[in-house]
């Protein structure tokens, strides 16, 4: 391990990191978006709509984020969508992650008792006031975990931007290995920046998750 | 209308190709699978032992693997190896290394968490019933614990799949990489071909998961 190469790539890493932050940041809460959008639309019951949810649902959850990038990118201009790369990166996570958060999301009203909804509209309260006082707090701390996980699970998957050429952590360390040979130090600084970012929100989303299980009721 | 692919998909043999590379793709993951599911289990009961040193380098090991993105994690076993060690692992080899790696810790994780879900009263009626633990282990513990177990196996070998993709990046001739051959071998006579070659590829992917995760949801859904 050689300290001064180390010293000398860190700005490199620092630049790529934040790039890797920024639109893993933005994709996810577009996808927040999107998963809010699908539950709202599922539970609302429209025909039409309601299928064409799922049938998001199912093609995201089930093609591989790479493959999804690769048809954005180098697809979609060739019927005559301009695309570029960090809109493709947003888009592709916001696409993929859309759906998974939509199922966090779900899993959250899905397990709230219809009792609630019903001793809600007894006591008097409107849909409005039922969906915020009653339904959302109950069905946050449900969710918690799985949109943690999500989370998480989504700013990993960033790593595959450096095939449509993001200058992201992935792409610059092995921009770095195959120009200069330091295998060894660019890893490290991998692994390393992968670490702070990914760790800090891993802890946080177990104090998160702690914080809201309190709010229990029933089982 | 341009062509968008689909004459160069039926030209020569460029489908076969195609297949052939999904093929590859679902080799490296189903040997992964295998692998995982047969350590995974191993490893996941280990985890469920008292002793604390067997459990912090478990824990240390599953936590390690599942923070890292996958696509660094071949990048070490691809790169970090051949400087620390010397090895010339093919892509190939690799990539069942590392697909292997993640797999056992995270089956590992869900066969922890199913045997744990396993309330305690379990254990403790069956020894009131006079069965001994090797008993009450065979005939209480397993058959619950592996009817949750597994869909969300099943779920989790979807999600090898789905990251074989990444195995193009250490420059394994799969399925994306055949797909960027056949669009750069025909660019003159079919330049928009990339859009219909990528989807079909989405497709194959899509119908090469879709059963599986849907075989998982049933099973969820009848054993709950």
Redesign the interface.
Known sequence: MNWTVIRQYLPLYRKAAGLTVRIGLLGIAAAILIGLFCTAVQRSRIPVFRQLVSAYI??S????L???L??LY???P??GVPTNAVACGIAGLAFLGGSYMAEAFRSGVEAIDIIQEESAYSLGLSRGQTLRYVIFPQAFSVSVPAFVANV?FLL?????F??ISLMDL?FT??DL?GLYYK??ES?FL??VF??LI??PI?LLGTLLERRTRHAGFGT | MPD?GLSVLLKGKNFARILGGLGVALKISLVSVAISLLLGTLLGILMTWKNPLSRAILRLYLEFIR??????LL??VY??T???FGWNLSGELSSVIVFSLWGTAEMSDLVRGALTSIPAHQYESAAALGLSKRQSYFFVVLPQAVRRLIPLSINLI?RMI?????V??IGVVEV?KV?QQI?EANRMSS?????????T??LL??FA??PI?LLAKYLERRWR
């Open positions: 199912e093609l959850r089930n093609t591989p790479l493959v999804q690769f048809f180098y697809g979609l060739k019927i998480i990993k998957e960033t790593s595959v450096s095939a992935m360390a092995k290995i295998t060894t890893l991998l692994v992968y670490l990914l760790l891993s | 968008l923070i890292m993105p996958q696509m660094v990048f070490l790169f970090g051949t400087r620390a979807t789905k990251t074989t993709s990444l193009l990046m994306l797909a669009i330049p928009n071909a990339a859009f219909g070659i990528y989807l590829v989405l992917y899509f998961c879709w995760s």
